[in-house]
């Protein structure tokens, strides 16, 4: 039996999580499937911004940085995502990009295994991890090399060799959630450390890092988390890892003292090593406002409903558009992150046609249609009108305009 | 002749300047003289971060990558800067924090001179160089070394061996300030690069970059460019070197083709290969609106001014003052950056008191008062007004009170 569309309406109005929308300033008429990739403004962002820029900027000047905590925001924002993902609030460290983070662990970790020479991923996950680990690899001369071994094939793969394997948990693309417990009991059988990507976990599925045993990780504070426009990232340090792993970004901000201004390095106890330089107290400010999105917000129901709306789009999808798309997320909604891809030969195109019916999801080259259901905003009913219009968008083929045939700069 | 008060609201009322302090929203009050450690607010970024929040973010939402150009954004605004620094615009690139665009273009700069050891630079100035230089060698496995030389002794000390010579133009604490273009020459002499630090010079006096044969510099966006706390900083690439030098952070927005999501490394051409992640638009909306304080500013102008205040600054001291404390700073003002040090055992204590009346500059370990001459907004009654508190503070040795002992977390 479809749903329709009055059933997607009680749905909602029996949803434990709908208070959680009135957090948002979502523009009208727009469906937004595309949090994953960048999160909607909370309400609270504009006032929080307000007071950053106006009074402790403009009025307190540099003082704020002691009146106004602002020295202190790394890891106050840290421990507000600890929560999140599975680990002691002073485990996690707000810092940097994503990439920038994945580099210090990785390096980090690395050097904690210093007789083993590989760093084990897998191969077409999000690039900037490869990107990364191949940087680190020229960088030390090839004492260290990059293997890439398919998703499959990688508990095998884990040998004596492997000093560092790094993971993206829910992929980027696909959605496929890697199982982190197991995989990091595999890695420390043969000795070898983890670092986990949780940019399309956190926020959109419950994360237990200390549960799971893992080592280092990394995520984005712009997708689930509702930090705005690349909005800094956070790292995790295990807490027995947080005397022993090095930043090789050491710069002052990680420094024991940074205002004693010596001249020898020092690194700061604990996790405030990974600092490198001065955060941004802007984006810090709306990080924290997207952060506060969270609050009162019970992850099992976040994880819940994300199937509930997932298994929704996947089935009006197959109902309406029979034969239409291919699904390029798995099927089982537990092996699911938060977002469902679609494969057509004519993605970038057919997306483009429905941004403009006020459909927002985003194309992932070379054909895939990406769709967020994210369960702070996205309601049934909208997941219902999506699918209308997509049906809408392939009944009469516009997405053939030629309009469409030309790649935006950013996709 | 000693100045008076008169004297120096006359200065005012011809200063060419004069036009520059409207664009600042400066609390009533204050005479802030730390503009070199963190510029006040623009009145126009509030507006900027206004539509770049509610209008971009807030109702562009994804779009605003393209739509809004925020992909370009680090492009754009190096452009803005380039010509405060004397370089062409493609050859700067606003991104990360000035630690992390060091140890980018240190490491890049050290891989271009493979079989040299030693990178050199100063004891005693802003120690973050150090630690990001200490960080490079030890994680090369002392590959490469990290030598400090006296500033005296640099131009002696610049041999065969060494790689990289990298130093902050304006020293951080005394002001004082190099000679870019002899010790550019002597180390291009020896076969050696060079990476200079911008951080106390970029929208304090004219920078010659390209006219000094300079080949990496790094520099800062919340001291003089007014850029908001912990504002993205910038990095310069002389064009010859723009397609040898690799960043060891090898992220996905230096790729060639980020958004084809390949596999495999390639940088992007020219100074783009240098960013890393994601870069928070937020932040760089906020550097923008510091960026246009700038605007029809001649920078000789800039530079006439802040001698005058500096030179009033110094006379004023000593005339009120004389032998209270110890200059600091070179006296010549040809020599000095935008600032003036004056070093008194009690430095820490005098400069809380003088905040409290309103004048803020800022502290530095062990025992320098550290007093800023931003151009644009600082006028010379301004001058007069805090060093005649200065000497209030010094008359009633009301610093000794014991609530000015303890040290805050930020100084």
Redesign the interface.
């Known amino acids: 039996l479809i749903p329709t569309r009055a059933d997607c309406l009680a749905l909602d109005a029996a949803d434990p999580l709908a208070f959680a929308r009135e957090r948002f ?1 979502l ?1 009208d008429g ?1 469906i ?1 499937l ?1 949090g994953n ?2 999160g ?2 909370p309400k609270a ?2 006032e929080r ?2 007071r950053t ?2 009074q ?4 307190g ?6 009146e106004a905590d ?3 925001a790394p890891l106050r924002l840290g421990a507000k995502i600890a929560r999140l993902i599975g680990a002691r609030p002073h485990e996690v460290l707000v810092a ?5 983070n994945l ?1 210090k662990l990785a ?1 980090a970790a690395a ?1 904690l295994r210093p007789e083993r020479s590989v760093i084990l991923t897998e ?2 996950n ?3 991890e ?3 680990l ?3 690899a ?3 001369g090839h ?1 260290l090399r990059v293997r ?1 071994v398919a998703r499959d094939a990688l508990k095998d793969a884990l040998d004596a060799e492997v000093a560092v394997l790094v993971l993206t948990h829910v992929h980027y ?1 696909s959605g496929e959630v890697h199982d982190m417990a197991a995989l990091t009991a595999r890695a420390h059988e043969v000795g070898a450390l983890t670092v986990w990507d949780l940019s399309h976990s956190t926020g959109a599925l419950p994360v237990e890092l200390n549960a799971a045993g893992a080592d280092f990780a990394v995520g984005c504070g ?1 997708k689930y988390l509702n930090g ?6 956070f790292l995790y340090v295990a807490e027995r890892w947080a005397e022993a792993a ?8 990680g ?1 024991a003292a940074p ?7 020092r690194p700061a106890s604990g996790v405030a090593r990974m600092l ?9 400010a ?1 990080l924290e406002a997207g952060l506060a999105t969270f609050d009162e917000v019970d992850m099992a129901q976040v994880r819940a409903k994300s199937a509930a709306l997932s298994e929704l789009f996947i089935a009006l999808v197959e109902a309406r558009l029979p034969g239409v798309f291919e699904l390029a997320s798995p099927r089982e909604p537990a092996l699911r992150g938060s977002q469902v891809s679609l494969a057509h030969p004519h993605g970038y195109a057919i997306m483009s046609a429905l ?1 403009e019916t006020g459909v ?1 999801g ?1 194309f ?2 070379p054909d895939i249609l990406r769709f967020g259901f994210t369960p702070l905003y996205t309601r049934h009913v909208d997941v219902f009108d999506a699918v209308e219009r997509l049906d809408a968008v392939m009944a009469d083929r516009r997405f053939e305009h030629p309009r469409y045939a030309e ?5």
């Open positions: 300033a523009p727009v937004y595309d990739s960048l909607p403004l962002t504009t911004l307000r820029v106006e402790e900027w403009g009025q000047l540099i003082r704020s940085w002691n602002w020295i202190n940097d990009s994503t990439s920038v580099y390096s050097a191969p077409g999000f690039p900037t490869l990107y990364i191949q940087g680190i020229e960088q030390l004492k890439t693309k712009y705005g426009p690349g909005a800094p990232a090095r930043s090789p970004l050491s710069g002052w901000m420094h205002f004693e201004f010596v001249d020898d390095y490198c330089g001065t955060p941004s107290i802007l984006a810090m709306a941004i927002i985003d992932r080259a790649r935006a700069a950013v996709t």
